[in-house]
Nanobody, 114 residues
Framework: QVQLVESGGDLVQAGGSLRLSCTYS????????MGWYRQAPGKQRELVAE??????NYSDSVKGRFSISRDNFKNAVYLEMNSLKPEDTAVYYC?????????WGRGTQVTVSS
């Protein structure tokens, strides 16, 4: 079983920045996919950014503002968020896919005030 822990969520003013971190327990297999999702109240969980192999993908709503990165030595994936907007307010979840199995963290709250 792979365990994931997110951190870095906070209350921030619009225009501000945050860096989310997701650390995961050691595993003999490297994740195939590493991603960040978010879920706002009353809305479905949506993909924010992901790393698939050597490719990164972003939702249109965060392109140019967010950046996803990984550190294989630290077993971590990060989400750098800049120019935050109130509509970015949500619980942010880290997801890993390892050999076809999907693992999720418990989430970290990001609140952007106007």
């Amino acid at each position: 079983q792979v365990q994931l822990v997110e951190s870095g969520g906070d209350l921030v003013q619009a225009g501000g920045s945050l860096r989310l971190s997701c650390t995961y327990s050691r595993n003999m297999f490297r994740p195939n996919v590493m991603g960040w999702y978010r879920q706002a109240p009353g809305k479905q969980r949506e993909l924010v950014a992901e790393i698939r192999g050597e490719r990164t993908n972003y939702s249109d709503s965060v392109k140019g503002r967010f950046s996803i990165s990984r550190d294989n030595f630290k077993n971590a994936v990060y989400l750098e968020m800049n120019s935050l907007k109130p509509e970015d307010t949500a619980v942010y979840y880290c997801q890993l896919v390892i050999n076809g199995a999907s693992y999720w963290g418990r989430g970290t709250q990001v609140t952007v005030s106007s």
